[in-house]
């Protein structure tokens, strides 16, 4: 099963507000953007030419990873609010 088959299997309640803010001016001057290919659910992509981190949070697992490998220790990171964010309906 691909990835893509594997996200489809869960609910997502997204918030109207990203529950992931990375500080932008350390994106801008990290040299590893370690958040990108640690983030098993795609979320952080970088955009060349806005020079900005584009944080599709609607997608993210909560699983922490992005929060731990930040090269910068400057990405602020909470679970979402009350009801929204993923439901694991299996496994
Ligand atoms: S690792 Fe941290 S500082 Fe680097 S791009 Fe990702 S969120 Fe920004
Ligand atoms: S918490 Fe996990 S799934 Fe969510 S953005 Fe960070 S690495 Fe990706």
Redesign the pocket.
């Known amino acids: 099963m691909n990835l893509d088959k594997k996200l489809s299997t869960l609910k997502y309640t997204p918030d109207e507000n990203s529950h992931l803010k990375?500080?932008?001016e350390?994106?801008v001057?990290?040299?590893?953007?370690?958040?990108?290919n640690?983030c098993p659910a795609g979320v952080?992509e970088?955009l060349e030419n806005e020079n900005k981190?584009l944080v599709k949070y609607e997608n993210c697992l909560e699983c922490g990873a992005?929060r731990i490998?930040?090269?910068?220790?400057?990405?602020n990171w909470e679970y979402p609010k009350g009801t929204k964010g993923v439901t694991f309906k299996k496994g």
């Open positions: 990375p500080t932008q350390d994106c001057s990290c040299k590893t953007r370690s958040c990108i640690a952080y970088w981190l992005c490998i930040c090269a910068k220790h400057s990405l």
